[in-house]
Nanobody, 125 residues
Framework: QVQLVESGGGLVQAGGSLRLSCAAS????????MGWFRQAPGKEREFVAT????????YYADSVKGRFTMSRDNAKNTVYLQMNSLKPEDTAVYFC??????????????????WGQGTQVTVSS
C-alpha cells in the first residue's frame, strides 16, 4: 500500500500562485510514477500532470502546460505542483495519485492505484 497526503491548497486571486505538496509513504518502490488530477463540482476527475520517480520525465495536460510545473524530491518521497498564473477555471479539488508499472505517459484515472484525500484550490476572479 501507498499512502498519499496532499497539502498546500487554498484561496488565491486570479493570476496568483500556489504550490501543492504530496507526501508519499508505504511501499513507494511499488509505484513508478506520480500524478496530479483535479475535480471541479459536477465534473469528472481530469488529468493535470504526471512525473516518473526516476529520470524527471513529466507530462502535462494542455490546459496547464506552461503554467504548472510538477517536481519531486525523492529523498522526501514528496511531489509538488507549482501552479502559476492561476485562473478561475483552475478551481477544483486537487488529488495526487501513484501508478504502478504503467506504460508512459499515464494520463488516465484508471491507471492509478493509490489516491490522496485531495486539497481544495479556489481561484477568485
Amino acid at each position: 500500500q501507498v499512502q498519499l497526503v496532499e497539502s498546500g491548497g487554498g484561496l488565491v486571486q486570479a493570476g496568483g500562485s500556489l504550490r501543492l505538496s504530496c507526501a508519499a509513504s508505504g511501499r513507494i518502490f511499488s509505484s513508478n510514477a506520480m500524478g496530479w488530477f483535479r475535480q471541479a463540482p459536477g465534473k469528472e476527475r481530469e488529468f493535470v500532470a504526471t512525473e516518473r520517480w526516476t529520470g524527471g520525465v513529466t507530462y502535462y495536460a494542455d490546459s496547464v502546460k506552461g503554467r504548472f510545473t510538477m517536481s519531486r524530491d525523492n529523498a522526501k518521497n514528496t511531489v509538488y505542483l507549482q501552479m502559476n498564473s492561476l485562473k478561475p477555471e483552475d478551481t477544483a479539488v486537487y488529488f495526487c495519485a501513484a501508478a504502478r508499472n504503467q506504460p508512459w505517459p499515464i494520463p488516465n484515472v484508471s491507471q492509478y492505484d493509490f489516491w490522496g484525500q485531495g486539497t481544495q484550490v479556489t481561484v477568485s476572479s
